[in-house]
Structures are given as structure tokens and as C-alpha cells.
């Protein structure tokens, strides 16, 4: 197991540094691009120009120029913006990962809890009216837009009903761990449950499908005839080996999440997130903070991987070996 | 006969508007093994199944009586035939490879049945299982406890699922078809083991198969099934020797001798199964078809004594083999 563990994560290191360096190239090495004039931002002057191509070594060859960039990024942070005059982009991501992170950790257990509470449910309740109305609460999960949703949540609880029912919704926007748990959790709780309702429809639906299939598995039928309860035999087999798919199929959710996938939910509920991070980089056409918030989301994507193989590998000792 | 262990009267197991089985009746006694045959889709699971309450598809509906130990089975609450299974009755299955869970180790899921039946600590459970999986012929059963069935062969993981089945000392041990997923090597190795255990716990045996050779082998009473009904029942002597029923015949024509001149071709049973609607569910394959084949033949006495047969042919038109 622990040579299984070391031998993923190496992979994943060996990942992420394919993906700086193909990040670097598209950046930094396109043809016909002048990457000096891109980073300094549209109408810059001939000295920032100049700066721009001494700090990054343009006269430099390639790997030189790779080296220096990386540099910039992870050892001295003093990658800068140009267009945002002057800021500095990795305390801006550094900032707004908590706020990413709150967000989708928050989001991520009240999903799972969900999804996996309403998909057992649903496959233990096959037959049963059960099974189609938890489905159909699913499905409405699945099909309202998180931004649309976002906005009527907004509407609703900040404009219409903010002076009856929803007085107690703070205003939008982050309140940090050290305002106390209390305001972290009441300035998310919407935000979460936004975002919580796509994903726990999702999950139902795959959870179900896979307990319906493992409740069919002879394992399932030697585990009844053992005589072990209906409960031990729906929880311990069939819904244990269910888990396994949803298990790998929710690293890869949460990593693209963290990484900015909760983009539209960072900008309807205003968090100042990596996501709207990256948002408003786009929009100004900020290089610099672009390729810093591309490396982040592509290390937590690979991390959140890793992680899920090992996890996985603890679930299923069938892969443990390969 | 002495009390039976387990006595089936007019079992009737019928999906929707199909009925699976239709009447069957058998009786079994402490510590027999009792081989029932039929091809496939004839009812032999499904009858084994209703034996543990293990029929759960919507629609299906149960008849008849099952009484083990004097204890009518059917209509038993959840709970209560929840302790009847897997310690008084265990049942094995024929696929091996799918039979355990996955993600647990054999040893574990031995544990598991001996703990929902017996109060016994965590550790002397797997001992248990230590001890059971050396019974079944594991090797090094001590380290195996805690390979995962994936890491087993076919024929050790049957030994496994074998060992699991014994952990509770059942009276009855069910075995659907244990042998056929295995290769022609492990299957005698499997049926030389249930023979010694046999000999050694007790247990009632139902050995179901469609390999007349098996039955041979370890059969002391033989239930010849067909379009879900019993069409010749009888003790393994009466059956093989004087045959009484065509599709009996028919099944132990297609049996390889392996003594004396080897047939040529095996003589298929001719036309595809199936219960006829009403009448003898073999009419319509039957080479002796005649009048009285329209109307069902039950299961009579044929003056051997314990050997019955569900044909209405005269008895010169029967034939010895
Ligand atoms: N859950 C079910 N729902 C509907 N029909 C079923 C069900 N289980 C079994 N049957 C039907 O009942 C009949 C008897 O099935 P059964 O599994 O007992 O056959 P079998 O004699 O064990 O055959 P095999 O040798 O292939 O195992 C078959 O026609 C089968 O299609
Ligand atoms: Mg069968």
C-alpha cells in the first residue's frame, strides 16, 4: 500500500510538471506571439515592454526563460501583474483559495450526504413509490442552473423576503474563519446549498444505479443467505461496493471545483474565490494571473486525482496491486 | 423413514402469470444427499431459493408447505428465517468468482456468518475461519485468511464459499450447481470435498447439477425435474438402474460412459424445453407420445418401493437399461 501510495504521488508530480511546462509553452513560446507585449497588457509603453522582457529572460533560450518563470511563480512570488498595475499574482491566489475551498469543501459534504443518503434510499426502495419521487427531487436538482438558481436565491432572500422570512441572510460575500465559524458558515450557507443541489442530484442518480446493479451481484445473494439482516446486507455489501465508483468519480468533481469550476457560484454570491479570480483575469486579459490560477487549478485537479487513486486503492483491494 | 429433515409438499412458485414450479414434492432425511437434476430453466434454484425465503422478486408468489425440523417455513417472518439461514441451511452457488464479496477478505466474511449467528468475539470468529479454510484443503490457511477472493483460484475460492457455508454446522447444506464453473480437475477435487465433509459434520446435502455423472457420484436419493415439475424420484440404485421416465432416459443416455465402447455422437434429448401449457410437460420432446398425454401424469408409486415417476406409458413400453 505505502509503495502504491509513493509510486501515485510521484506520478502526479511527474503530471503537474508536463503541465508547467506545456502551460509555459502555450504562454510563453506560441510562434508569431510576442509574449513580452501579452503580458504587459494592451497599450503598454516601450519600458514596461522592456522590464517585462528582462524579468522574464526573453533573450534568454527556452529553457532558461522556464527555469526563470518557475522562479518567479514558486520561489521568490514576485510574479506581477501588468495590466493591474503592480499587484502581485500569487498573494491574490493565495488569498482567495480559502474562500474556494470553504466554498467547496462546504458544498462537497452536504452533496455526498445527499446524494448518498436520497441514492440508497432510492435503490433500497426500488418497487416502491419511493424510488420515483426521490428520483424526480434529483432530477430538479440536476436541471436548475447553478447561476440561475444563484440569482433567484439572491432575489428571494436579499431583495423580496429580506425584511420577512430571510432577515437573518447577511449580505453577499466572504466573512473569514477568524470572524468565527459562526459568520464563515451563515455567509456560505446558501452559497453551499446552491452548489450542494447539482452535485447531490448527480450522485443520487449514478448511486442508485449502482446499488440497483450490486443488489442484482450473487455476492448479494450469498450475503442474504448467510442470514445477515437486510440492513447489514444493503449497507456492508451492496452499497460498499456501490461507493467505490462515486468515491473516484468525486475526486474528480471536487478537484475541478477547487481548480475554479465554482466559478458561476464565486460570482453570483460575490466570493472572491479563485474562480471569479480567474474570471475578471479573463476579462482584463491578465497573463501573468491566468497562468498562475492555470498551474493552481491544474495541481489541485492532479492532487484531488492522486488522492482519489489512493482512496480508491483503500476501497477496492483489486486495484491495490496494479 | 424416520422424521425427515426436510419435507417439501406441493411447492408452486409462480412470476407474474409464469409458473416456475408447479407442485413439486420431496422429502429428505438427516445427513442424505439428495441430487435433483433437470436441464436448465426446469425450477431447481428457484425451488432451493423458496427453501431459505430467498425469492424476492416483485409479483412472485409462493405456495405449498416447507417443513424443516417440523417447522413450517413458508409465511416465516424476516427475522426469524434469518436464523434458519446459514446456520440451520446454508446454501452454496455455482459461480465462484462472483459468489464473495469483493472488498472483503475471505476470512472476514467467514467471520461475518459465524458472528450473526453465535456470540463469539471478533478473534475467535476468525480462528474459526483459520481452522475452516485448513478443513476445505487451503493452504497455509493461516496467511489465505486475509487474501482477498481475487487473490484465490476458482476452486479455492469454492472452497472458501464452502468453508463459509459450513462455519455454522448447518443440518442442510444447499448446493446450487457447485461444480459446473470449474474445470474438470477442481470438480472431482470439489466432490471428493463434500463427500469427506459429509462424512465428517452430517449435514443433510441438496446437490443440484445437471451432470448425471455427479449425481452418480454422491447421490443417495435422485429428484428428476422437468418443466418445474418432479417427473421420477427415486433412490440413486432405482434411478440409474431402472429408469423409469423418457426424459430419464434421455438424461442418462447423454451421460459418457467411461467404461466399455464409448458412443459415437451424445444422443441430445430432442426439442427445446418447456412446460406444455396443459398436459405432461414433456409431451411435445417425448418420442412415446400418445392419448394420454394430454392430461398431466402425477408423481406415482411404481411398486419399488420410494421410487415414483410422473408418466402415464404402460409398463411394457417401458425399458431397462
Ligand atoms: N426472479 C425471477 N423472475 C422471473 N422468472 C424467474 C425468476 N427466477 C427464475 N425464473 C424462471 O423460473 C424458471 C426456473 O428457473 P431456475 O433458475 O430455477 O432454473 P434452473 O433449473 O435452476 O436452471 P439452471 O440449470 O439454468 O440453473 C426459469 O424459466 C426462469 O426463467
Ligand atoms: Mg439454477
Known sequence: MIGYILRRFGAAALVLFAISVLVFLIFFATPGVDPAARIAGKNADPATLEQVRASFGFDRPLPVQYLMMMKHLFVTHDLTSFVNRGTLVIPQIVEAIPVTLSLVVGAAVIWMVLGVAMGTLAGAMRGTLIDPLVMLLGVFGVSLPVYWLGEVVNLLTQKQLHDSVFSWVPPLGYAPLSQGVGQWALHLLLPWLTLALLYAGIYARLLRGELAGALNEDYVRTARAKGLSERRVLLRHALRCSLIPIVSLFGLDFGALVGGAALLTEVVFGLPGVGKLTYQALQNLDLPVIMGTVLYAAFFVVLANAVVDVVYARLDPRVRRA | MPEPLLEVRDLRIRFGRFTAVDGLSFALGPGEVLGVVGESGSGKSVSML????????????????IVFRGRELLGLKDAEMRSVRGREIAMIFQDPMTALTPVYTVGWQIAEQIRAHEKVSARAARDRAVRLLDEVGIPSPE???????????????????????LSCNPALLI??????????????????????????HGSAIVMITHDMGVVSEIAD?????????????????????????????????????????????????????????????????????FAPCDEAPPLTPTGDPGHLDACWLPEDRRRTR
Open chain 2, 50 to 65: 423458496a427453501v431459505l425465503g430467498l425469492i424476492r422478486t416483485p409479483g412472485a408468489h409462493v405456495s405449498g408447505n
Open chain 2, 175 to 200: 448446493a446450487d450447481e457447485p461444480t459446473t464453473a470449474l474445470d474438470v480437475t477442481t470438480q472431482a477435487q470439489i466432490l471428493d470435498l463434500m463427500r469427506r465433509l459429509r462424512a465428517d
Open chain 2, 143 to 165: 496467511r489465505r485468511v486475509d487474501a482477498y477472493p481475487h487473490e484465490f483460484s476458482g476452486g479455492m475460492r469454492q472452497r472458501a464459499v464452502i468453508a463459509m457455508a
Open chain 2, 221 to 289: 436419493e435422485v429428484l428428476v425435474m422437468y418443466g418445474g415439475r418432479a417427473v421420477e424420484r427415486g433412490a440413486r440404485r432405482q434411478v440409474f438402474h431402472t429408469p423409469r421416465h423418457p426424459y430419464t432416459w434421455g438424461l442418462l443416455d447423454s451421460v459418457p460412459r467411461v467404461r466399455g465402447p464409448r458412443a459415437r455422437r451424445l444422443p441430445a434429448i430432442p426439442g427445446a424445453p418447456g412446460a406444455a401449457e396443459r398436459g405432461c410437460p414433456f409431451a411435445d420432446r417425448c418420442a412415446h407420445r
